[in-house]
Each structure stands twice: as C-alpha cells, then as structure tokens.
Nanobody, 112 residues
Framework: QVQLVESGGGLVQPGGSLRLSCPPSARIWRIRVMAWYRQAPGKQRELVAAITNGGRTKYSDAVSGRFTISTDIPSNMMYLQMNSLEPEDTAVYYC??????WGQGTQVTVSS
C-alpha cells in the first residue's frame, strides 16, 4: 500500500504563502488520483484540491484561485501551493492517494 508523509505546514500571517509537499512511496504516475484534504477544529474533513495522473485538477470553491495543486514526476512529489492565506484556511492538511490512503497530516495556522 502507498505510504504518504506530508511536510511544509507552519504558522503564517494572513496574506502569506506556504507550500505543502507529499512524496508518495509509489511512483506518482501510477497513482490514479492524488488530493489534499483539510480538517479544521470541530469541522468535517473536506476536499481542498485533487489531481489525476492525467493532469486534470479540481478545487474547492473556498480555495479556487488561491491554491494550486501540482505533481512533479521526476522528483515523485505532489505539492499544494497556497497563496493569499486567510485565517479560515487554518486546519490540518492531509495528503490522499486514490481515495483510500492518508498521510498523518500537517498543521497550517494562519494568524497575525
């Protein structure tokens, strides 16, 4: 089974940027779909963005235009570039592969 480990979370001021990374243990081009989810305190886990191995992407309305999901095949990495961060983006962000494998999560806190 694919293993996932997220990195890149942290504390950032409103309007700032962060880039999350997720290197899967399997070759990324063999994974049908990869995604980022997030879970804020007291809320359900929600889809942030997804990307297929064909390069198709999908974003939640809350992050569309601010976040960019991408993969880099040579380095076998998936990224989430987060710009114009807002306090409402504060959550634990999880990497997901094929809808059934999860990473341990990385905390993103947006606060002044």
């Amino acid at each position: 089974q694919v293993q996932l480990v997220e990195s890149g979370g942290g504390l950032v001021q409103p309007g700032g940027s962060l880039r999350l990374s997720c290197p899967p243990s399997a070759r990324i081009w063999r994974i049908r779909v990869m995604a980022w989810y997030r879970q804020a305190p007291g809320k359900q886990r929600e889809l942030v963005a997804a990307i297929t191995n064909g390069g198709r992407t999908k974003y939640s309305d809350a992050v569309s235009g601010r976040f960019t999901i991408s993969t880099d095949i040579p380095s076998n990495m998936m990224y989430l570039q987060m710009n114009s961060l807002e306090p409402e983006d504060t959550a634990v962000y999880y990497c997901n592969a094929n809808d059934d494998t999860w990473g341990q999560g990385t905390q993103v806190t947006v606060s002044s």
